[in-house]
């Protein structure tokens, strides 16, 4: 059974820093993808960038140059690393990773269950 664990969100002020993590763990699981996404208070979810199971990453332009993607493999985890946060930053941030055994190539999708990051003028 796989578990998926967000963390890391809380208040920062403008320009601050924050770093989110999506662990996946209790399974022989191992990360193939992960797209993270955010949705703010009125508005659509709309997708701040993924990597895929080659490493290779891709980002909106709103998030361009301030917000990373990476991923330790060990740790079947990764990661959302977000800086020069502005006040329209302000949502709850979500990742979704594709998961799968190794040398098997069924792939299941998994939602964290969010976290809130505001950041204040």
């Known amino acids: 059974q796989v578990q998926l664990v967000e963390s890391g969100g809380g208040l920062v002020q403008a320009g601050g820093s924050l770093r989110l993590s999506c662990a996946v763990s209790g399974s022989t699981f191992s990360i193939n993808s992960v797209d993270w996404y955010r949705q703010a208070p009125g508005k659509a979810r709309e997708r701040v960038g993924g990597m895929d199971n080659g490493g290779s990453t891709n980002y909106a332009d709103f998030v361009k140059g301030r917000f990373t993607i990476s991923r330790d493999t060990a740790k079947n985890t990764v990661y959302l690393q977000m800086n020069s946060l502005k006040t329209e930053d302000t949502a709850v941030y979500s990742c979704?990773?594709?998961?799968?055994?190794?040398?098997?190539?069924?792939?299941?999708?998994?939602w964290g269950q969010g976290t809130q990051v505001t950041v204040s003028s």
């Open positions: 979704n990773v594709l998961v799968k055994r190794p040398g098997t190539i069924t792939q299941y999708s998994y």
